[in-house]
């Protein structure tokens, strides 16, 4: 019998609305764990290249991992994946919760999805079954609304909903799905290959308690989670995620009136520290998590912010803060309620725009085209009425509804100098101009800029921080900013742990280095569930399969090299900040990737991985 899954994954045909259960060999659960790889499997192997992503035949996949619904903090990720329709590449976000859990107790590991519904509908999964439902009563209906009628109808306040809500209905392609209306599956547009399958949601519930093979060592290793962590050293929980924006911004690496910037001269005003102090609530947190980092705050006149739908992490007070120029946390926190009751990505729609903004500043852009919006840095009212229009499609917000990229094609006028993008997908805000690693995962990473696809370079500039990689043989600190093969043999080893993580639906903040979980106990908690006598490098293998399945799902989509550039942008100086004048070096940068291209063993000049490679990672089956 499995330990730690169910041995079980639920197959949807929305076109003739029919259920099955296929029950996988261990071998692939072994093999892929779980996360974006399982999900990556179902792809390559049933979805056709040249798809379109808001078509029936694409396939929609929700993955949790081997290990998600055990006990120990930090293990609520999970992956939904499909070709994204904002990129046209790959597709996966992840996010925490309670959703995931929920799902292995009702008796499934996955979900794979395909086809339309002739109407909407809702799947509602529990105790090992599941039935497709109508949902035409809850279509255009916004998140809150909607995951209350579906507990109501269904009688169960406990039941966990991940849904989209009226802008993934109108296939907006910066839409999310959120869980419990404040966890977010947010980039890569998948909330609107969701809606574009007239899925409105998944609900599930389920009484089943995962058996694991080692349930001392497993009560032990959670244990030592909890009392191994040190909360005054990050702060995670008690100050949120933005408690770096004062920091970054001090460092010159907030990324300030869309990357013009790296300082920000309101950053205090916008960070965590002055959300505790005004307008935080509560700590929110994720099943079975000690950490509580989530936000709840609430807003009164004129904004009336509800704390149901949590409150705004860094990237959000990124997004509409800095990136637009905005200093009211209250303004950020409507924005942040917005995306959420519209379903919508905060990172994509902040530097959406914002992108705008600097478009309207340089002429490209008028009140003719703004609806009479005066679409500046700092404009908080136009801010939030540019991001209703988004959510609703109305006027300018229905052309920044189709990305970047189309934006600024039909923009014109040298609009695409201020996208700042890869593969389409917006840049989230970490400035590669200050760790420039960050840069090289923006470009390398299959879902576009991403930065949650690896670590960042500032971690790993001392021997305090480098002594966490051990286990890797990574035995000398990194300057932040080499782009030499050093930093790029690290930034190799640490993508593929971070997919691990990813993979595995641990949350950054309980492992190294930010929490207490490190390579070894990762191993020894798997055995301990799954009573594999499994490794570090066997682990690690999973990690490195993500990174060449994802980037063959890529190639037969027909990306190259030539997708793996950055914007202009982070090759220009940094107009003002601490770090004012500072860029990458174009050369450098493009040495790295094709070193980067020669350690992960793909043709540097075709970007493809090598069939060598392919049959080393057990990718046989894969074709170049």
Not at 474 to 490: A, H, S, T, W, Y
């Amino acid at each position: 019998m499995p330990y730690g899954y169910n041995g079980r994954v639920l197959r949807v045909d929305l076109d003739g609305e029919s259920i099955s259960v296929e029950e996988p060999h261990e071998v692939l659960y072994s093999r892929y764990i779980g996360g974006g790889t399982l999900a990556l499997f179902y792809l390559l192997k049933e979805l056709k290249p040249n798809s379109d992503p808001l078509g029936p035949e694409n396939l929609l996949v929700f993955a949790g991992s081997v290990i998600a619904g055990t006990p120990a903090a930090g293990l609520s990720r999970f992956s939904v994946a499909a070709k994204s329709p904002l990129t046209g590449a790959f597709g996966e976000a992840e996010a925490g919760g309670w959703w995931i859990p929920e799902l292995k107790f009702a008796g499934f590991d996955a979900i794979v999805i395909k086809g339309k519904a002739r109407r909407p509908v809702y799947l509602w999964i529990h105790d090992g079954e599941a039935e497709i439902r109508d949902a035409s009563h809850l279509w255009g209906k916004e998140t809150k609304e909607a995951q209350e009628e579906i507990r109501r109808e269904l009688g169960d306040e406990r039941i966990r909903v991940a849904l989209i809500g009226p802008s993934g209905e109108k296939l907006v392609k910066v839409a999310c799905i959120l869980n419990e209306l404040k966890h977010a599956n947010g980039r890569a547009g998948l909330g609107a290959v969701m809606g574009s399958k007239n899925l409105k949601a998944i609900a599930v519930r389920g009484k089943k308690r995962m058996k694991v093979a080692d349930a001392q060592a497993v009560k032990r290793l959670a244990k030592w989670l909890r009392d191994t962590y040190e909360e005054p050293y990050f702060s995670i929980g008690n100050l949120g995620t933005s408690r770096i924006t004062t920091m970054l911004s001090e460092q010159g690496i907030l990324p300030t009136r869309n990357f013009r910037e790296g300082s920000f001269d309101a950053a205090d005003a916008i960070s965590g520290e002055t959300m505790k102090k005004t307008i935080l609530v509560r700590r929110g947190t994720c099943y079975g998590c000690f950490i509580r980092c989530k936000r709840e705050v609430q807003v009164g006149e004129p904004y009336f912010v509800d704390p149901i739908y949590g409150g705004p992490e860094y990237e959000t007070c990124a997004a509409f803060g800095s990136l637009c120029g905005c200093s009211d946390l209250k303004v950020i926190s409507k924005a942040n309620q917005i995306c959420s009751a519209y379903g919508l990505d905060t990172i994509s729609t902040g530097s959406l725009i914002a992108f705008a903004m600097e478009c309207y500043e340089n002429g490209i852009l008028t009140k003719s085209d703004t609806d009479g919006l005066e679409l500046r840095f700092g404009n908080t009212e136009a801010m939030l009425k540019a991001l209703e229009m988004i959510a609703n499609r109305e006027g300018l917000g229905d052309v920044l509804a189709e990305g970047m990229c189309p934006a600024a094609e039909k923009f014109g006028k040298g609009a695409i100098d201020f996208a700042i993008h890869v593969k389409g997908q917006p840049a989230p805000f970490h400035e590669p101009r200050g760790k420039v690693g960050v840069g090289l995962g923006y470009s390398t990473s299959p879902t576009g800029a991403d930065h949650m696809e690896f670590p960042h370079d500032t971690f790993w500039t001392s021997e305090a921080g480098i002594a966490l990689l051990r286990p890797l043989g990574i035995l000398e600190p990194v300057d932040v900013f080499d782009l030499g093969p050093k930093k790029v043999r690290l930034f190799i080893y640490l993508q593929q742990y971070w997919n691990l993580l990813n993979c595995l639906g641990i949350c950054v903040f309980t492992a190294k280095p930010f929490g207490p979980h490190t390579f070894n106990s990762i191993v020894d908690y798997v055995k301990a569930v799954t009573g594999w006598e499994t490794s570090l490098f066997d682990l690690l293998k999973v990690g490195e399969r993500h990174t060449a399945m994802s980037r063959l799902f890529n190639v037969r989509e027909g990306f190259t090299p030539k997708d793996d550039i950055l914007p202009d942008r982070f090759f220009q100086p940094l107009e003002g900040g601490t770090l004012k004048g500072k860029k990458i070096d174009r050369e450098e940068f493009l040495k790295a990737l094709e070193t980067y291209y020669e350690m992960v063993g793909w043709d540097p000049e075709t970007g493809i991985p090598r069939k060598a490679k392919l049959d080393e990672l057990d990718l046989d089956w894969l074709s170049v």
